[in-house]
T-cell receptor, first 107, second 114 residues
Framework: DAKTTQPTSMDCAEGRAANLPCNHS???????VYWYRQIHSQGPQYIIH???NNETNEMASLIITEDRKSSTLILPHATLRDTAVYYC????????FGAGTTVTVRA | NAGVTQTPKFQVLKTGQSMTLQCAQD?????MSWYRQDPGMGLRLIHY???????DQGEVPNGYNVSRSTTEDFPLRLLSAAPSQTSVYFC?????????????FGPGTRLTVT
């Protein structure tokens, strides 16, 4: 399984874009990059995933570098409800969740 | 759709007791899995199933059994509870989407073993 490196925590101002980096330099060619988040003690929530192209959905955008060794999740207009732990997970069938990034959105 | 449901929400067990955590999904997903999350940690995969009648071990399977007799249900059995199994347990189901998968999680069962 590919190893990931994410910041332990980051703050973001409400209404501003939040850019969450993830390093996954050992990702293999057929592994997707998945992003999930976990709000307080709830079950994790799927956000987005991609293989090598940038992806966008109603929640976020995912930018993957050309060499696929890193990616950035972008929350375009962060709200207080986006405060959560964000997990970057390279994988395919079985996913392994690390410690993630604790994102705090401040008013 | 109820999505992924788990029962009970909370449970306290004494060391050595056994119990079954229930998980059900109504989305007709073939793939289901169980995770545990210890305080301040990420999720670790216990067991998973790729379809009815097929199960396999994840990272931390010791002390747990699973079975998958139907597509909808995937119960997790604790054989002889130990304090080290105090954790929050999440069940999830997964479906193919956009070349990869989207995984949906239940609300969790908070288990304390004394």
């Amino acid at each position: 399984d590919a190893k990931t490196t994410q910041p332990t925590s980051m703050d973001c101002a409400e209404g501003r874009a939040a850019n969450l980096p993830c390093n996954h330099s050992t990702i293999s060619g057929n592994e997707y990059v998945y992003w999930y988040r976990q709000i307080h003690s709830q079950g994790p929530q799927y956000i987005i995933h991609g293989l090598k192209n940038n992806e966008t959905n109603e929640m976020a955008s995912l930018i993957i570098t050309e060499d696929r060794k890193s990616s950035t999740l972008i929350l375009p207009h962060a709200t207080l409800r986006d405060t959560a732990v964000y997990y970057c997970i390279p994988g395919d069938y079985k996913l392994s969740f690390g410690a993630g990034t604790t994102v705090t959105v401040r008013a | 759709n109820a999505g992924v449901t788990q029962t009970p929400k909370f449970q306290v067990l004494k060391t050595g007791q056994s119990m079954t955590l229930q998980c059900a999904q109504d989305m007709n997903h073939e793939y289901m899995s169980w995770y545990r999350q210890d305080p301040g940690m990420g999720l670790r995969l216990i067991h998973y199933s790729v379809g009815a009648g097929i199960t396999d071990q994840g990272e931390v399977p010791n002390g747990y059994n699973v079975s998958r007799s139907t597509t909808e249900d995937f119960p997790l059995r604790l054989l002889s509870a130990a304090p080290s199994q105090t954790s929050v347990y999440f069940c999830a189901s997964k479906t193919k989407a956009g070349g990869g998968y989207e995984q949906y999680f239940g609300p969790g069962t908070r288990l304390t073993v004394t």
